[in-house]
């Protein structure tokens, strides 16, 4: 039975070429086995961002699991099997927190993941990264952010960000400016809405937070709704939303899902 070739084109319109062999088993991609030239991005399955919302809404404890969740994440076998079971066998991951629309802050950086050892040097990272509150809440200051970090020395098929968050955006550019912008960009933005089992008064009149994420924050190809019902059911979110983000070709599966404590 002959080799049957396939193909696909990176966001930045580069073709990365591979092959199935018999049996379904994947080559090692010719790409991967040279050295790269100067300057040249190594391609990954996936680049992904990891945007955390660090708002006042978001106390020290919950802030803690959000940190411990994609932690653990990074630990989890599942998420490191779906990894080395794309085209390529790995991706690329980044971390930042967000708050007001000019707070912005890089705790990871570009790191790539192929296996256990360096999973587990991204949850390390993630563990050591500081842990900071500000005040309001900037969707679409984390989206124009979260643009701006791709294309540094790596190169995915797909390019993701994941936003989590508790509350609606509040600060900076309007937020329908910064999304259609990104998805302009062929960015796909997912979201991960965190349900406060108590919510503040302020809240009161503000839109149901999944609604909002699944009307206003996520889309592009195969975008999809996490949301954790409270904080505590975080960890699990993380887990479950990752492992989908990361899969080689996304199974269609529902727009929003929810995960519990």
Sequence with gaps: MPDKPLSITSPAGRRISRRLFVGGALAVPALLSRPLLANEPEPVDVELVLAVDVSRSVDQEEQEMQFRGYAAAFRD??????????????????????????????????????????????????????????????????????????????????????????????????????????????????????????????????????????????????????VAEGFDAFETAVKRKIIREIAAVPAPGPLVERAYA
């Design 77 to 226: 076998q599942r998420l490191i099997e779906g990894i080395s079971g794309g085209p390529l066998g790995q991706i690329a991951v980044t971390m930042f927190t967000w708050s007001d629309w000019h707070i912005q802050e890089h705790l990871v950086p570009w790191m790539k993941i192929d296996g256990p050892d360096t999973a587990e040097r991204v949850a390390q990272a993630i563990d050591a990264a500081p842990r900071r509150t500000w005040l309001y809440t900037s969707i679409s200051g984390a989206i124009d952010f979260a643009s701006g970090l791709f294309g540094r020395g790596y190169e995915g098929t797909r390019r993701v960000v994941d936003i989590s968050g508790d509350g609606v955006n509040n600060s900076g550019r309007p937020l329908a400016d910064a999304r259609s912008e990104a998805l302009a960009k062929g960015i796909v933005l997912n979201g991960l809405a965190v349900l406060d089992k108590t919510p503040q008064p302020w809240a009161a009149g503000l839109p149901p937070l999944d609604d909002y994420y699944r009307t206003e924050v996520i889309g592009g190809p195969g975008a999809f709704l996490m």
